[in-house]
C-alpha cells in the first residue's frame, strides 16, 4: 500500500512539475484572416507575431519568461472574430496582436476587455476601434497603424485637388473598414471642395462589377476612389480596363500586397493606394527584414506593424515588470517605444501619435513609394 502511494506521489510530483513548467510561458496570441481570400493578410499579421517572438525568445524571453504564440483564423469575419476571442481568453493569454479588418477587431475587443486580455491591433484603421473603447473607459486597446481619418484626410485632399471640377466616383465595399475609409475620405474631398459624382456600394465577394463600370462610364468618371480590399480592388480595376474604361483607380492600404497584382496584372498599372512609409526601408527594421529575406519572405503590409505590436508589449511590460493588462497598458501610454516601424508613442485613446500617410504606385508587379502623389 505504501508502495502504491508513493508510486501515485511521484506520478503526481512528475505531472504537477511538467504544469508549472509549462506555466512559465507567457502565452500571447496573433488573430486575422488566415484563410479565405484575404489570407495573405492574415499571413503578414502570422509572420511578424512568429518572427517578433522568436527574436524575443532568443533574448531571454519577457521578464525571465519565454513567450508561446497561439493564431486565431477569423477569416475576417465579425462572428467568427468573437468566437477566436472567446477561444484566446480560455487560453489565458496575455495579449493579443490582431486582429485585420476593423469589423473582426471591434466586436472582439469586447471579449478581450471582459477578460483583463491587452488587444494591439496592427492593422484595424477604423476610428471606432479606439474611440468606442474611450467612450467606455476601456484601457486595454491599441493599435501600431494609423487610423482612416487621417487616411482618408490625405486622400481626399489629393482627389479634390487632382480632379478639381472632375467626376469622382466614390465606392465602399460595406466593411467597417471599407466603408470607414470611403467616408472619410469622401469627407476631406468635400471639405476641399469637391463633390463626389457618385457614391456607390459594392459587396465583398462579388465578382462581377459589369453593370457598375457601365454606370461608371455613363457619368464619365475619371477617378475611382475605393475603400476596401485588394480582391474587389483588383477585380473592378481589371474588367474596368477590359470594357474601355481607363479612369485612375485609388484605394487605401488594404492593396499592399502583392495578392493585388496578381489579380489584376498589367491592368493593375497605375493603381494608386495611400500607406504609411515603408517600414522596410528603415534602419530600425534593417535586421529583422533581412531575417525575413532570409526565410524567403518579403514582410510587406502590415507584416512589421504585428512585429512591432509585440515588441511594443514586449518591452512595456519589462518596464511595468508585469504581464498584468492595467500595469502593461499603463506602461504603453507612459513612454515611447523604439520598434521596427520607428518610435511609436501611444495617446490616452490607445491609438499612436501623429500617423503618417503617403502615395504608393504600382508599376510593373511592384508598388514603390511616390509621396505626395502629385
Known sequence: MRRVTGIVAAAAAVVGFGGMAAAQDIIIASAGPMTGQ??????????????????????????????????????????????????????????????????????????????????????????????????????NVFRTCGRDDAQGLVAGKYLATKYKGKPVAILHDKSAYGKGLADETKKAMNAAGLKEAMYEAVTQGDKDFTALISKMKAAKVEAIYLGGYHTEAGLLVRQA??????????????????????????????????????????????????????KNYDPEGYTLYTYAAVQAWADAATKAKSIKTADVAKALRGNKYKTVIGTLDFNDKGDIVNPQYVFYEWKDGKYAEIGSGT
Not at 525568445?57 to 475576417?76: P, Q, Y
Not at 468566437?83 to 476593423?102: D, E, I, R, Y
Not at 498599372?269 to 504609411?276: N, P, Q, S, Y
Open 38 to 139: 484575404y489570407a495573405a493578410l492574415g499571413e503578414q499579421l502570422r509572420r511578424g507575431a512568429e518572427m517578433a517572438v522568436e527574436n524575443i525568445n532568443a533574448k531571454g524571453g519577457v521578464l525571465g519568461r519565454k513567450l508561446k504564440l497561439e493564431i486565431g483564423d477569423d477569416a475576417c469575419d465579425p462572428k467568427q472574430a468573437v468566437a477566436v476571442a472567446n477561444q484566446l481568453a480560455a487560453k489565458k493569454v496575455a495579449m493579443v496582436a490582431g486582429h485585420f479588418c476593423s469589423s473582426s477587431s471591434i466586436p472582439a475587443s469586447a471579449v478581450y476587455n471582459e477578460n483583463g486580455i491587452l488587444q494591439i491591433t496592427p492593422a484595424s484603421t477604423n476610428p471606432a476601434f479606439t474611440e468606442e473603447a474611450a467612450k467606455k473607459g476601456w484601457k
Open 241 to 294: 480596363r477590359e470594357q474601355g474604361f481607363n479612369a485612375q483607380m485609388i484605394s487605401g492600404d488594404a492593396l499592399v500586397t502583392d495578392e493585388f497584382w496578381k489579380i489584376t496584372g498589367k491592368p493593375g498599372e497605375g493603381t494608386r493606394m495611400t500607406f504609411a512609409p515603408d517600414p522596410r526601408r528603415s534602419p530600425d527594421a534593417k535586421d529583422v527584414v533581412a531575417q525575413f529575406k532570409a
